[in-house]
Structures are given as structure tokens and as C-alpha cells.
């Protein structure tokens, strides 16, 4: 799923490794999985525009826009 992502986004492979990481490492949360992966791209360091995307209970989805100082 991740890899379709990348995919259907035009994301250059591996732009999600982080995702890969946080599932395997815990597996899927549901909504709350969002969390700990913006909890690992601040602790790498990552800045500027970020999206977060979840699926919560009922098929709602949320999308935010993030700006992350350096």
C-alpha cells in the first residue's frame, strides 16, 4: 500500500521509509499511526511542508498541512 502511494503521488521510492518503519515496528494504529510517524520525521530533523493524512473510525479521513521550522 505504502508503495502505491509513492506511486500515485510521484514520490520517489523510499520517500515513505518512514511509514515502512513505524508500521513494522508497531503495525497499523489506525489514525493514531500519523503521530508516530510525525513523532520520527521531527526526531530526523525533517523541516519545511509536511502532510499528515489518517483514516479514523467510520471511514472519516483527516488531511493536515504542516510547517516545520528548521
Not at 489514525?31 to 499528515?52: C, D, I, Q, S, Y
Amino acid at each position: 500500500m505504502i508503495t502505491a502511494l509513492e506511486q500515485a503521488l510521484e514520490l520517489g521510492q523510499g520517500a515513505l521509509d518512514l511509514e515502512r518503519d513505524v508500521l513494522r515496528d508497531h503495525g497499523n494504529m489506525s489514525a493514531p499511526t500519523v503521530l508516530f510517524v510525525l513523532e520520527r520525521a521531527l526526531a530526523a530533523g525533517r523541516t519545511g511542508r509536511l502532510m499528515t493524512t489518517a483514516l479514523g473510525p467510520g471511514f472519516s479521513a483527516a488531511f493536515t498541512p504542516v510547517d516545520v521550522a528548521a
